[in-house]
Each structure stands twice: as structure tokens, then as C-alpha cells.
């Protein structure tokens, strides 16, 4: 019997949003800096070791994500999902039997992230690029909203547990988050495509090309033709630069204001407020990106959170910094949307799996080498100063190279 599409649709969204909101960007990158105070207490670990773990987590999607992306493009998005969000889950729980020992530490982020690797915003994406067309920017914002949800409400919870039950038990209940949150959600509701269900292909809406983006574009390239684009690498570039800018705050921002004379519980509440930033941004750019070239949306999101950064190298003042931390989550509500959306765009979606696992990977690399750098700064001068200029200049640079991104009609050698 066939089905109503438009249901459907909105119900795989509605899976992808609470899949978002509880996946290992939420439950591993957000709340990591939340962290550090106890594990510095505790084993009396430097914050540049303590970093190092969440490098390693990030360094090693690197290298899982394009397997990932394969094997979503060849069994299917859910038949990825569903075993990885169960692994990384119980991954994460089993920090809570961490010996003061850093290569056990660094062990059980790096399996986090190999067995996380399938429940990452590109499956959700993939998925979603499948059901939509006319609205697929807005489809994909609703999507990473889910992220600025998790970036609100995990970093309340972690602090929470942590306050009332130590680091140990905050790790149980975030990898309970997965068990029991996401992974009967995914079960239940996400589809790979309209195809799986028996209804027609699209979103319901006789669709006008999007802008950019004629009906009658030439084929695009498959993951082999599409490194040898100027499209492809100027994304790599472009995200690499401000994912190692954002990400480094977020990750030092308990640390650096608690240097400041705030309270820990004055910072989770910033880091929140990042939260707080993405979850609008997310809704508003995937509106935007049905409408406008994506790289104009990118640009004045990024512009926006290097004057954030730049303010945040003197501010101290608790209303100045909420201010800082939603201009930060704007762009990182941005980056992702954006990113997944030109590759819809770009490239072909029959591949789109290896070709944004490709790029998501050179995300990472940034999210990566920032708060490593960043806590490496700290360590040699005392502050942060250093490092915030240094991403000031990368976002500087980002946004350049986003005008120099072709039309997506146009994949140039």
C-alpha cells in the first residue's frame, strides 16, 4: 500500500533531529572540557594530556569516517547506524572504569571513535539529501538543529552529574543517552529512502531547480573525479581552517573562564549558550540555503564569529561572553549544514557518502589540531591570547576562500 510521503519524510527528519542531538558530537565533543577540572584533579594530568584524548577521538574519525561513508553508500544508512550508536554508546559508558593510566584514556576515545564513525551527521545527512530536493536545505537544518539542541542540554547534564556523582557516572549516563535515547529513535523512524517505504521519491512540492542549480546540470563527479575538482579542495580548506578555530574554543572554554574567575557552573552555562547560538543558526541557514549561494550564508556566519573571537581575547564579563559563545555556536550551527548541503550539490549523491565522509574528515582534521593547539598555547604563555589571534587569522583566511567557491552548476579541474 502506498504511503503518504510527505509523513514519512517528516518523520525520518524527526528521527534525524533527535539522532542529532544525541550523537558522539553532543555526547563526546560538547561536554569534553566539562571534564578536565575533575580528570585534573584527579590523576593531576596537564590540560595539554587531557586534550590529547579528544584529538586522538577526532584523529581517528579522520580515518573511519570515508570507511563509514563506503559502507553507508553499500548497505544503507540504517544498517550502519543502528550497530554503531549501540558500540559507541556502551564505548563511552566504559570510561567510567578509567585507571590513572593516559594510554587507557586515549584507547577508549580512539574506539569511541571507530565505532562512532557510522552514527555522524554524514549518515543522517545521506539519508536526507535521499528524501528531499526542494527543501533540502531547510531538511538538513532541521537536522543539525538537533545539534544546538544537544549543545544546549548535554553540557547542563553533564555538569549536573558530575556535581552530584562525580566524572564517572557522567560518562554512564551519557553513554546511556545513546542506548536507550538514539538508538530505539533510528530504530523506529529513520528510513533510507523513500524507496524503502514504497512511496515516491521527492518532498512533495513540485520542485523549481534550486538557485544555482539547473535541471539541466551536467552529470557530476563520483568520489574519484570530485578530488580532482577545485570545489572539493576548497571545502576541504575552507572547514579545516574554521573547524580548528571553533572547536578549540569550545573545547578550552571551561578551562579559559574559570581562569577568568568564573565559577565552573558560570561555564558549562557558556558553554550552553553555544548551544544556544547553533540551535536558531542551524533552522535559519538551512532556510537561507534553499535561497541564497551557500558560500554568501558562510561567509557572514564565519565574519560574525571572527569579531566573537577577537572580543573574547579581553572580555571577562559574564554578559560579554554569553554574547562570544552565541556568536561561536552560530558558526558552528552553520558549518556542518552548509558542508553537507554543497556536497548535495557538488557532487553526486549516488557517492555522497564517501564524498562527505571525505570532507567531514577534513573537518575533523581541524576539530582535531585546535583544542590540542590551543591547550599547547596555554601550556607555553599561561593564556589563550595567542591561540585566539591565530584563529581569528584562520576564519579570516576561510572566508576569503568561500568566494572563491564555483556556482554549483560548475566543478572546475
Known amino acids: 500500500m502506498t504511503r503518504s510521503r510527505g509523513f514519512y519524510g517528516w518523520q525520518v527528519i524527526t528521527a534525524a533531529i533527535i539522532g542529532a542531538a544525541i550523537s558522539p558530537a553532543t555526547l563526546v565533543n560538547v561536554p569534553f572540557s566539562l571534564f578536565i577540572p575533575a580528570l585534573e584533579a584527579e590523576f593531576h594530568w596537564s590540560r595539554p594530556t587531557i586534550t590529547a584524548a579528544l584529538s586522538v577521538f577526532l584523529a581517528l574519525l579522520v580515518v573511519s569516517l570515508p570507511a563509514a561513508g563506503r559502507l553507508v553508500d553499500r548497505l544503507g544508512a540504517r ?5 554503531s550508536v549501540l558500540a559507541y554508546g556502551l564505548a563511552l559508558a566504559s570510561l567510567a572504569v578509567l585507571r590513572p593510566s593516559t594510554a587507557q584514556f586515549y584507547v577508549h576515545y580512539g574506539a569511541i ?3 562512532g564513525a557510522g552514527a555522524q551527521s ?11 530536493e526542494r527543501r533540502r536545505g531547510l531538511a538538513i537544518g532541521a537536522c543539525m538543529a538537533g545539534y544546538g539542541v544537544g549543545y544546549v542540554l548535554v553540557p547542563l547534564l553533564t555538569q549536573a552529574l558530575i556535581t552530584a556523582w562525580g566524572w564517572r557516572v557522567a560518562y554512564v549516563g551519557l553513554g546511556a543517552l545513546a542506548v536507550f535515547g538514539a538508538l530505539p529513535v533510528i530504530a523506529l523512524l529513520f528510513h533510507d529512502s523513500p524507496a524503502a517505504l514504497g512511496v515516491p521519491p521527492g518532498d512533495g512540492a513540485e520542485a523549481r531547480p534550486p538557485l544555482d542549480s539547473p535541471a539541466t546540470a551536467t552529470p557530476r563527479p563520483a568520489l574519484v573525479d570530485a578530488l ?3 570545489a572539493f579542495w576548497l571545502l576541504a580548506l575552507i572547514f579545516v581552517l574554521m573547524s580548528a578555530a571553533l572547536n578549540g574554543v569550545q573545547a578550552q572554554i571551561v578551562p579559559l573562564l574559570t581562569d577568568r574567575g568564573l565559577s565552573v557552573a558560570t561555564a558549562a552555562l557558556m558553554l550552553s549558550a553555544i548551544g544556544v547560538g547553533s540551535f536558531p543558526a542551524r533552522l535559519f541557514v538551512g532556510f537561507l540555503l534553499d535561497r541564497v549561494f551557500a558560500p554568501y550564508v558562510a561567509a557572514i556566519c564565519f565574519a560574525l564569529s571572527a569579531l566573537a573571537l577577537t572580543w573574547l581575547i579581553g572580555a571577562s564579563a559574564p554578559v560579554g561572553i554569553a554574547l562570544v559563545a552565541i556568536a561561536v555556536g552560530l558558526s558552528l550551527g552553520a558549518e556542518n ?3 553537507g548541503y ?4 557538488y557532487f553526486n549523491i549516488a557517492c555522497f557518502g564517501q564524498v562527505y565522509g571525505a570532507l567531514l574528515s577534513a573537518y575533523l582534521l581541524g576539530a582535531a589540531a585546535g583544542p590540542y593547539v590551543m591547550a599547547r598555547a596555554y601550556a607555553l604563555t599561561g593564556n ?3 591561540a585566539l589571534r591565530g584563529g581569528v587569522v584562520a576564519i579570516a583566511i576561510a572566508c576569503v576562500l ?3 567557491l564555483p556556482r554549483y552548476a560548475e566543478l572546475s579541474d
Do not use: S
Open 113 to 115: 571513535a571507530v565505532l
Open 228 to 230: 580532482r575538482t577545485r
Open 79 to 83: 544498517r550502519v547506524a543502528l550497530p
Open 384 to 386: 589563550y591570547t595567542l
Open 122 to 132: 554524514l549518515t543522517l545527512i545521506r539519508v536526507l539529501t535521499t528524501w528531499f
Open 342 to 345: 554543497l556536497t548535495g550539490r
Open 337 to 339: 549544514d552548509i558542508l
Open 402 to 404: 568561500l568566494f572563491l
